[in-house]
């Protein structure tokens, strides 16, 4: 991996554990409005440190994750995958109509 890619993955696992932490959140001894502040500012950050690690990446990481992550992809045959049958039925047992 390059320096470059080492540090999106990062970036990228950051914002993974921002998200993460929100679950933390409900349970932290502090008032409600300053419990809304730190979820904001998680949420922003989160996004924040994904969108710089996607930029980080570069187009051609961005495209492999989109094209291997994006849900509406996950069930769809790719446009130039052949359709072929899973395998052949078997011949019945008995005399063939060639061999009388």
């Known amino acids: ?12 696992v950051l914002s993974c554990l921002l998200y993460a932490s929100l679950l933390v959140l409900p349970f932290l001894g502090i008032s409600v409005a300053a419990k ?3 979820a904001t ?10 969108w710089i690690g996607a930029v980080v990446a570069g187009r051609e990481v961005v495209r492999r ?13 790719a446009e130039d995958e052949p359709v072929t049958p899973a ?14």
């Open 36 to 38: 809304a502040t730190v």
């Open 41 to 50: 500012v998680l949420v922003c950050t989160g996004e924040g440190t994904f």
């Open 65 to 77: 994750y989109r094209s291997r992550l994006w849900p509406s992809q996950w069930f769809r045959r």
């Open 1 to 12: 991996m390059t320096r470059n890619e080492i540090i999106a993955a990062a970036l990228v």
């Open 87 to 100: 395998t052949p039925a078997p011949e019945p047992p008995g005399p063939h109509p060639e061999n009388p």
